[in-house]
């Protein structure tokens, strides 16, 4: 299924060096003003070719806009959004053609399907998250209109961790470097650590966190589509992606339950909040107007310069040494992925609210 | 959503004390035998009342076919299967009406939809689960056919860990004691953990591990039923999960790239292994053939005999003292709970992978 | 797939003489008014035994709410409602295990599923159709909240047609005689004419009616979600149809486009009205404010007391002279039927229209 | 919702007067060989310009694959198929911005998304089922390759009827003449008809048949995606259908039940067979191995030269007379839409059969 969402739905299409990636966007409410610089916006903090961290494949990663927006803003019929593929250089890729590389989908692949595309991975590359990142930026727009807003930043970066917590970080300084670390001096040990990785032909994972502010109580639809479960789905569909956790997370268990309450109290106006937020923002599935908190761990990057041992397409054990262009690091051209993923989960989420009243 | 499945397809209905709780299963391959003395000790395995960690509502949980099985065995039309609600003793939730516990989803409930069913928790009470594990054992059922096997397990009780790996375990232990820890030392110290924090009014979290052996390669369908994808979904389903890890998981980033790579090999019979199985069996969102694994965080209780500052319906400040019969701990019943719905998941794919061929 | 709808999903399961039949709604906005004896009105009207024109299994078809519904209202979560099947007696079909008889679903459903439920014909029969009307009762207290009417009748029994058009008819007058034609003296001779094929052991078809009236402009969801679309879906999924008309339908052909065209107007208020309802109330797949007509068309009941050819499960042609207790004519219960499935799809499609909105 | 099917997935996209039309098929098996000329055939029957019978409108219709296909063979992942618009001209349609015309979509779109696209009809412009053509194409290829063939021709224009039942019908025929009527003689009068209605500035409406052939028993999934339910849904998705009948549909209603069950026999292999075929090769929603057959009414075109009462946009009545390129009877073009929808139907189910096996 390349479908996700059952009222905000995105279909997605394409290949790394097929002729374009993309996505279809159904369910989007008419009358949004669609406002094409705010997603080229997104789509250019995903590019590759953006810094000396990422990849050398430039691809300008130009959205065309080809169905679902008329005089400026959408219809209610399916936005078709398009990305051309520009530089896919498939000579690099040839020598790949006959060979599994190690903790990459081509072996998975081939077996699933009896063929893969081996050109830059395919369908399995990351590059067609550029049509989910433009996805996300129309989900974002149908957030703005309610205030939510849905930010990402990069966390850790192999040992390097940022060990500030969500509620005291300076969100505006996530795009003041090119690894998207919100503290610069954190950031610039990953940058370090980045190239060192780079120059060893080795690469490295890391932590992302998320935080969605401003989303009103009452999204999420137990039981099984529980705003947690809806994010950790779209969230695991992402490459690399290992695993996810909300609020404390994996930590919760070295709490016990009367340390790990959000206990409820009123605020001045007499609202209801609660005096933590170990949670994350949801109980029972079901946003409680906290802010929405979640990190999810990224593993390195599975293509590497370093001599690997695997195994080819005819059965023999060999050694690769990958070319190819490829991120020492995904983090920082992820954030804008994780952001994507998440509001299109919530966008989806909150026209259901809408659709479940008298 | 109450729906979970694109081909077995489960719908889940009933509140913790209304007359039932129950599942529909769609979707099922007519002819599979129905062992009912399986599916019902499956629910045993998740009843209440069965050791003192437990609640202490004590609940036969005894299965009813109502349609879909004829002469024993599945016939392709739906299968209805009800748990019948005996013990809910709705006095004890009574005080509970008017105030919203914290870290439940009494008060989310309520805001999301205006009004809730405050006894037990109604639709929000892990009792509803006692449908999904029925509905995992008919899918089990599916799976040994093909000799499938999904095996979780309690790794970690609060600070009490079992750090022996997945593969280096002997899971015929699991069932040897109450908690379900597959190491008998270990186990007696989290039995000691559990009942020190029942007598503190207090509760306890921890990590469910869970296996799934002998799948084969090519089950998974990118890009947005990806295996790990589907399973993180359905297992955050699952009350008072908060965080879910592939593999290594969270420990992935504390490697780089050439450590971390599973590279690939040929066993003594030609087939392609991976030497090391840092990814957990999948690769791209596709099972690799290797062992499946993954790990399942769950906060404490949120239900507590402590005093806790908290608010009632009408808005005021109170404190709460709950009463009501609950787990201090839910890991040991949510064991099959989690098995159930990896095997859902997995049958799932399964039969898609069925689907998808010429 | 047992499953109907997008938002609100209906769910069917049970055989005609398994342990029950029924349906789980979920989708269903929370705080709406559960009138039980509303429902149980619905189940009277499709109950088998409620006059000599039908099969003289006798069941009392009493509904029981088994979840979704607390202190008189929905809940937002399922409503699973369950009715027994009491008077099933298997031994009547005894015989028909190990014959197909013709124009029945019986032969059709061995060679798909490899095993049949023969007894009362099993999930083929219209027995399942009891939940769907149990379902079709909320959707119209929901459509009752905006005034919209969903009003069935037959207009023909075999031969004898009822040919007044549909916005002349008293439609206080269905439930005036048992066939549920709105003309007393049609009625009477359709009759007799039901009584005649009863005592030769024949049936007789014909065509239903159907009028929702009051729907606002805009029901519908273009392109693979059109009113009409859903409409033919879920009426097509009722027992014995054979053909589905909107507006002036199969007769539209004799017309020419300047025929045919419904004029726009506007009436005195100065809204937007057709001076014809020839296309029965939709336009590209959308409502259009005038009544929404259609007809259905009802072939003869299989089930005949005549002797027929046919083939037993051995492989050997035989003659069958079909004992069982069934309609000579389906179409006086299968009014309720029409309604409830057309209510389903309009309470979704009216839910789906509050979704896509800003 | 602009997808449809289950399995085999297509989601439309595209508006008469943008840049492109087209879509995205999910489901499609691997290693299917992708015959680009065959699908360009099919779009050719489909196209604009092609016989003085339809619009003037000249579209090459020029198939261009997106994605998903790989060294001539699907590769499982989405096949994204494109169609251009090149000789939209939107200036014939100004006129058309401010007035609703007679039996279009044109208010109901307002009235719905408070907005709508004019050009050409926007979205609901018949343009947009290029792509569901190149769709079913596809599904063709799939069925091919069970022998599965899926036939529709014109038996009815205005008052000119070809006669013969579907099963003494040449369909080597249907091409030999614009109209797509298997015999030439009607043909003929067909034609003369409609270029009649043409210089009238009128249009017509007819009938089309559509025949499956070879379509193994067992296809269709009881109770909501039955063969009949599916199929239907899936044609009154066509633009300016208002019927659709299965077998002897509306007129089975004249036969008794004696007369209209298909009786069962053995073929001289001892293949069960029926000695008549009035149910249309289905039965419980499921094939039963016989030829299937359906008729379709679509009504004469909306789109007149002459004049006609109606309402602008600003709500003041006035009178019309359309400009703009249009079909004075759709039919010609709508065959190979019919087929194409049919076989997506036909296909998904094909594979829907295959999952719910052990």
Not at 197 to 209: C, F, M, Q, V
């Amino acid at each position: 299924m390349n479908t996700l969402g059952n009222i905000f739905r995105i279909t997605s299409f394409g290949e790394s060096h097929g002729k374009a990636v993309g996505v279809v966007i159904d369910g989007c409410p008419p009358l949004l003003e669609i406002n094409i610089d705010f997603i080229q916006h997104q789509l250019n903090k995903r590019r590759p070719g953006q810094s000396e961290l990422t990849t050398a494949r430039n691809e300008e990663d130009k959205l065309e806009i080809i169905s679902g927006v008329f005089e400026g803003v959408s219809t209610g019929a399916p936005i078709m959004l398009l990305i051309q593929n520009k530089d896919s250089n498939s000579d690099d890729y040839h020598s790949l053609k006959e060979v599994y590389r190690p903790s990459h989908a081509d072996y998975t692949y081939q077996q699933k399907y009896g063929i893969r595309d081996h050109r830059g991975g395919g369908r399995s590359s990351a590059r067609i998250t550029a049509g989910w990142v433009a996805a996300g930026a129309i989900a974002k727009l149908i957030l703005n209109i309610q205030k939510i807003s849905v930010t990402a930043y990069v966390k850790q970066i192999h040992k390097i961790a940022l060990e500030i917590p969500y509620d005291q970080i300076d969100l505006s300084l996530i795009e003041s470097n090119p690894v998207r670390c919100p503290n610069p001096e954190t950031a610039e040990r990953m940058i370090q650590e980045i190239f060192k990785a780079k120059n060893e032909g080795d690469s490295l994972g890391g932590i992302i966190s998320c935080l969605i502010q401003n989303c009103p109580v009452g999204v999420g639809e137990p039981v099984f589509d529980k705003l947690n479960a809806k994010l950790s789905h779209a969230i695991m569909s992402i490459n690399a992606v290992k695993g996810i956790q909300f609020g404390d997370g994996f930590n919760s268990i070295n709490f016990k339950g009367s340390e790990l309450n959000d206990a409820l109290t009123l605020d001045n106006s007499g609202n209801i909040k609660t005096l933590s937020n170990h949670s994350g923002g949801i109980q029972g599935g079901i946003s409680n107007g906290e802010a929405i908190y979640f990190e999810t761990a990224f593993k390195p990057t599975a293509t590497i310069g370093k001599e690997q041992k695997t195994v080819d397409t005819k059965g023999n054990e060999t050694i690769l040494s990958a070319k190819g262009r490829h991120d020492p690091c995904v983090l920082p051209r992820a954030v804008p992925i994780v952001e994507a993923m998440a509001a299109c989960v919530i966008a989806d989420l909150i026209l259901a609210q809408k659709a479940y009243s008298l």
